[in-house]
């Protein structure tokens, strides 16, 4: 029998998101409101010719028109990816001791290849009956398509599970920043009130570059954009970019920008480029803010990169410091987040704002994907 509203779920989260890292998985308890246990997350890397194929695949994706359209080698790619997500599930309860009778509900929500909400169409490859399958236990996945279907943006989505895991933070107005493939920020303010949106590109842009021109999955520590000078000019003219001057709720694909006019650059310098405009579109974000936010709390992968938190904070003008600060794991706060949705979306609970997605009202959100009993 499913758990009714004020009852305390045990949820899985697994991300895999824009970034072509791997597979982020973090437990959570929650009653759909407040978070009330989280486990330690873990991330199954995905290896580098798993990556290659993910990368191929991006580029057959950006002819997609239809969300369940998988020509070429999008199905088999989708299946081997769900199929990854099932043992990164396994390993994950075998090595933290939990059984798996014990998860209410997983929250999937796959690798996406293409976000195109204002042709209404977003994108992730995953299959949540098959994984319901692999793993025996009740699947939601597809989080954002009814809310792009209902004329929202469809990102960012953890927005609400921001605010919950900042309950006890006293400093308002507070940002939430998330440095994954994209950027992203959710805003809170004094009353709780969100506004989110993505900024820009985060780490998608710069470990394409490292991994074409140094041949490194990503910049460590933002050690090679240390080294590198960045062009101010070549930042100003992505800047110029329409998408900055929008108002939110916008969102955007981790192809958005091209690469190009730092084509002929060394390693050190076109990374230092590439994160001198992650940071400057995060202070842009300033911009759309009914008031600054004295804290800044970084999660996602990015927040490891010293460098890029170090342009952020120069240029915002603010403390911006790693989620562990406050007690929360950063790896884990995007997995965590699918958690949380799966478990509001089988209560019925809005996901998605007004604030967070320009959807008119707020809407729930996610197909289930159950077990035969």
């Known amino acids: 029998m499913s758990k009714q509203q004020g ?11 824009t970034s072509l890292d791997g597979i982020d998985v973090a437990v959570l308890d929650t009653d759909g409101e407040r978070v009330l246990g989280r486990g330690l997350p873990a991330t199954y890397p995905y290896s580098d010719a798993f990556r290659g194929q993910l990368r191929e695949g991006l580029a057959e994706a950006a002819g997609l028109q239809s969300r369940s359209a998988r020509p070429g080698r999008l199905k088999l790619l989708e299946r081997y990816l769900t199929e990854l997500h099932g043992e990164a599930v396994a390993n ?8 798996p009778e014990s ?5 999937f929500h796959g690798q996406t290849v ?7 169409l977003t994108v992730q490859l995953g299959d949540g009956a098959l994984l319901a399958g692999l793993c025996g236990r009740p699947v939601v996945y597809d989080l954002r398509s009814a809310d792009v279907a209902a004329g929202g943006q469809g990102a960012p989505l953890a927005s609400v599970y921001h605010r919950a895991l900042a309950d006890d933070i006293a400093q308002r107005p507070l940002v939430i920043l998330n440095l994954g493939g994209v950027a992203n920020v959710t805003w809170i303010g004094p009353d ?66 091209d690469a190009a006019p730092i084509a002929g650059m060394s390693a050190e310098d076109g990374a230092a480029t590439l994160t001198a405009f992650s940071a400057a579109a995060v202070a842009q974000a300033l911009d759309h803010l009914p008031q600054r936010p004295e804290l800044w709390i970084a999660s996602g992968g990015g927040r490891k990169n010293a460098t890029l938190l170090g342009m952020i904070a120069e240029r915002v003008g603010a403390p911006v410091l790693p989620a562990e600060e406050f007690g929360i794991d950063g790896d884990g706060v995007e997995a965590e987040a699918w958690a949380y949705l799966a478990v509001r979306s089988r209560l019925g609970l809005p996901i998605t704002f007004p604030g967070t997605t320009g959807v008119t009202t707020p809407l729930t959100g996610g197909l289930l994907a159950d077990v035969a009993n």
């Open 7 to 17: 009852e305390v779920w045990r949820a899985l989260g697994l991300m895999s998101g």
């Open 92 to 99: 994950y309860l075998a090595d933290h001791d939990i059984p």
């Open 103 to 107: 998860i209410d509900v997983i929250g």
């Open 114 to 120: 293409l976000h195109r909400p204002e042709a209404g």
């Open 192 to 257: 709780g009130t969100l506004i989110a949106f993505d900024t820009g590109p985060a780490s998608a842009m710069i470990d394409d570059w490292c991994q074409a021109k140094a041949g490194l999955p990503f910049d460590i520590g933002g050690q090679l954009a240390a080294r590198g000078h960045a062009d101010e000019d070549i930042v100003r003219g992505w800047l110029a970019k329409p998408f900055f001057a929008l108002p939110p709720p916008k969102s955007l694909d981790r192809n958005d920008f």
